[in-house]
């Protein structure tokens, strides 16, 4: 089993819509959850962290975290096609003494007029 | 730009000779992080260094791989005798402590003839 656990996708919905990503992870000590935006060809970019259960909103964009289901999502309303690039869910591991960021796989998501 | 600084963005080799990947972290941050990403694939920890230390290289190839950040001068990823296998993009983050958010470098795209 993955540590971090994610559909490759891709994932097509229309422009407009709400796009919802999913991710599941193995280590139920975890407490810190990532989500990155990559576009092609460019450097992931942090667009949501979340600490505790529950939703965190930030713009057109939710975080919910459920740690008792080891379950992450990120949910996209209002998709653009701008919003089209792989999505990176993530989670820190203590190890060596420093939190290692750990990732998944990624979802592509593809935002269609 | 005060973002981290990776050079070159676009590397091609031969099989057999070396590659060194360049990474200068974002000012004011001594904490570095090496990645390696294939196709379709998510980043891969390879290695962390603090000025002058390597911090934590469990992710680094035990032969042909090896990693630098001298007190003066950006990081290093030298990687000798490639093989095809190597042909990846490589991404660089730094962070201004180990437990702060890492910002992504554009990225090194590695090719092998």
Redesign the interface.
């Known amino acids: 089993q993955k540590e ?1 656990e ?1 559909n ?1 996708g891709p994932l097509s919905v229309p422009e407009g819509a709400i796009a919802s990503l999913n991710c599941t992870y193995s280590d139920r000590g975890s407490q810190s959850f ?1 989500w990155y935006r990559q576009y092609s ?6 667009i949501m ?1 979340i600490y505790s259960n529950g939703d965190k909103e930030d713009g057109r964009f939710t975080a919910q975290l459920n740690k008792a289901s080891q379950y992450v999502s990120l949910l996209i309303r209002d998709s653009q096609p701008s919003d089209s690039a792989t999505y ?1 869910c993530a989670h ?1 591991r203590f ?12 979802t592509r998501l593809a935002v269609h007029p | 730009n005060a973002g981290v600084m990776q050079n070159p963005r676009h590397l091609v080799r031969r099989r057999g000779q070396e590659a060194r990947l360049r990474c200068s972290p974002m000012k004011g941050h001594s904490h570095v992080y090496w990645y390696r990403q294939l196709p379709e694939e998510g980043l891969k920890f390879m290695v962390y260094l603090q000025k002058e230390n390597i911090i934590d290289e469990s992710g680094m190839p035990k032969e042909r791989f090896s990693a630098e950040f001298p007190k003066e001068g950006p990081s290093i990823l030298r990687i000798q005798q490639v093989v095809r296998g190597d042909s990846a993009a490589y991404f660089c983050a730094s962070s201004l402590t180990p437990n702060q958010p890492q910002h992504f470098g554009d990225g090194t795209r590695l090719s092998i003839l």
């Open positions: 971090v994610q490759s990532f060809g460019k450097s992931p970019e942090l962290s990176l820190k190890s060596g003494g420093y939190n290692k960021l750990i990732f998944g796989a990624g």
